[in-house]
Structures are given as C-alpha cells and as structure tokens.
C-alpha cells in the first residue's frame, strides 16, 4: 500500500460497483485532499456530470460480463479545473476463476491533450498562414489604389459635393477591410517570441493607460485587490500586451451601462511548473452555454459585435506560444472571467 500511495498515477480497487480502496494520486486526480481517504463515493461525484453517467453505465456492464473495461473521462474539481483520465479496470479473479474484485488505474492524459491540440492547430495555422499570405497581397493591393483613388477625389471635392458622403464612406470601408486583413494574416502567422523578463504588475498597468477613456467614459470601475510582490515573468512583452488589451476591451464591450472590471494576478503552479495566474472578471452580459465552446474560434462573435471574431482566437494562439493556458468562464446577464495562466519562464530559455 505505501508503494501504491506514492505512484505517479491513480490506482484503485473495486468490489462489484463499490469502490473500496482509492490511493493519493487518484484522489488528487479526482480534485480531492489526497490525504484524507473520506467517502469512496466524492471520487465517482467528482466525475464530470457530462461523463458519469456513461462511465456508470458502461463499467457497471463490464462488471456483469466479468470483463476488462478502459475508458476515457474527466474529472470536475471544485474550482472548475477539469482534469482528463485514461482509465482502466481489470477484473482480479480466485482459484475457482470467479471475479472478486476489479483493480483499476487512472492516467492523467490532460496535458498530452493539451499538446495534441496545440500541435493540431499549429499545423492547421501553418498552412492557414500560407494561403492568408498570398490572399492579403491580392486583396491589399486593390484595397490600397481604391483608398488612395478616394482620398484624392475627397480632397478635390467641394464641400457641398454630394459625393463627399459616398467618398468617406469608401475611405472608412477600405480601412475596415485592411485591418480585417491584417487580422487575419496575425491570426494565422507562425508565432514567434521575443521573451524578455518584466513586471507582470507594469504590463496591467500600462494595458489600463491605454484604455483609460473608454473605461471612463463608460463608467467601469477597475478593481486592484492588494497582492504580495510577484516574480518577475519571461515571456513576449508585446504580444502579452496585446492578449491584456483584447480581453479588458472584451470587458468594455460587455458593460456597456457602466460596471465594476475586477484584476488579480497571482502565482501558481501546474503540474509542478511554477507559473503566475491573471484573472479579469466582469459584471456584463456574458456568454451563453450555446455561445461558450465557440468563443475561442476564429471569426466567431457573440451578439452586436461588429469584430472580427478573431480576438480571442489571436489571444489564444499567443497564450500556446508561451505554453500557457487561457479559459473563459460566463453566466449571461451576472458576467464573465478570464482566467489567464502562464509559466514564469519559457521553457526553452530555461
């Protein structure tokens, strides 16, 4: 039992449905004290709901048929942290070749899909940078004698030409369109980073600067609760200043009658991995359970939105970059948090 409490993965015991022994690491994956053995039955409670109906059913069939089951599932924590599992069970038999216990083991696959998904978009974004490339010249280059053919005939217009109106309105279009361009060809660029050590804390503060006038013109107030002193973090300044302006502009967005933008930063771990946490929650309008899976996908918008729908998407594919993770979590009509987590330093710099 002592080696098995030490193992780097779950391991457990069942009798029938029942569970009858559960080691530390298990009930670590479970998002419980592994320290404290309590009730069997919080283990099988913290199952996603999504997925524990279905892992009930499928095992409680194997147990009948007197068969090895595997299965993949999740785990949901308290907190919301979701932790993904490779499981599986084998029946354990006596002398007679009866079953009198299945022995079970749990894999902790989150962040090998996690990687998988990162690898995936990163050669989908590879290929998506190739043809955004080549269809940017093509738009571009019309794009810019239309804006520049406009703003000659602007300038030589009368002020009372009736064209003026259609004029500035081709201006504004053509502006629109080249900075959806530009969207685009930053969505799907291959990223690279210029990691530099700085103050978490600078970088909120210059993001709030920026945005100072329409957080007050819309009338939101930013909340700083105190935080002790924060190491530094290696990470690319600029495109990190970019992911901050999205999300407090995304915020902005959200409250649009005036509301309270809360901000903490705090460091934290994964997986060992020393790391610094920013979270953004706001008072808006939220997202939808429909809308929510969708938020991080490119050309995606929520509502009257006139964006491009690739904020987030940008966002996130930045946050990859530096081996990080970002989440959204909303309630429509009570307000959203974003939960940014990033490692203190870049893995190949270490």
Not at 296 to 316: M, Q, V
Request: hydrophobic share 40%; aromatic share 4%; net charge neutral.
């Amino acid at each position: 039992r002592s080696i098995a409490d030490h193992a780097p993965f779950g391991i457990f015991r069942t009798e029938g449905m029942a569970l009858v022994y559960s080691n530390r690491y298990n009930r670590l994956l479970a998002g419980l004290d592994p320290d404290e053995e309590g009730d069997p039955e919080a283990i099988r409670q913290s199952i996603h709901p999504e997925d524990r109906e279905r892992v009930l059913s499928e095992y409680a069939q194997a147990v009948r048929e007197n068969r090895p089951y595997e299965t993949v599932f999740r785990f949901l924590h308290k907190d919301g942290t979701i932790t993904k599992v490779l499981s599986r069970r084998i029946p354990i038999k006596d002398d007679a070749g009866r079953t009198i216990m299945y022995q079970g083991f749990n894999i902790d696959i989150t962040a090998l899909e996690q990687m998988q998904a990162r690898l995936s978009r990163a050669e989908h974004l590879a290929t998506l940078g190739q043809m955004a490339a080549g269809i940017a010249h093509e738009i571009r280059n019309p794009l810019v004698g239309i804006g520049s053919t406009a703003s000659v005939m602007l300038e030589d217009a009368e002020p009372k030409d009736p064209r003026r109106q259609d004029l500035e309105t081709i201006l504004k279009e053509t502006r629109r369109l080249d900075r959806i361009v530009n969207q685009i060809v930053d969505y799907a660029r291959p990223r690279t980073l210029a990691p530099l050590l700085f103050a978490m804390e600078d970088l909120l503060k210059e993001t709030l600067a920026v945005l100072g006038a329409p957080l007050a013109k819309k009338q939101i107030r930013v909340e700083r609760p105190s935080a002790p002193h924060l190491s530094p973090i290696q990470a690319d300044r600029d495109q990190l200043k970019q992911v901050l302006l999205n999300i407090v502009q995304n915020a902005i967005e959200a409250m649009p009658d005036g509301g309270i933008l809360r901000i903490a930063a705090v460091e934290s771990r994964r997986d060992q991995e020393p790391g610094m946490t920013v979270t953004f929650t706001d008072n808006g309008s939220g997202v939808t359970r429909a809308d929510l899976p969708h938020v991080f996908e490119p050309f995606f918008t929520i509502g009257k939105h006139r964006g491009t729908g690739l904020g987030l998407a940008i966002c996130r594919n930045i946050v990859d970059a530096h081996q990080g993770e970002i989440r959204l979590e909303s309630q429509p009509g009570r307000g959203t948090t974003v939960s940014l987590w990033l490692p203190l330093r870049q893995p190949s710099l270490v």
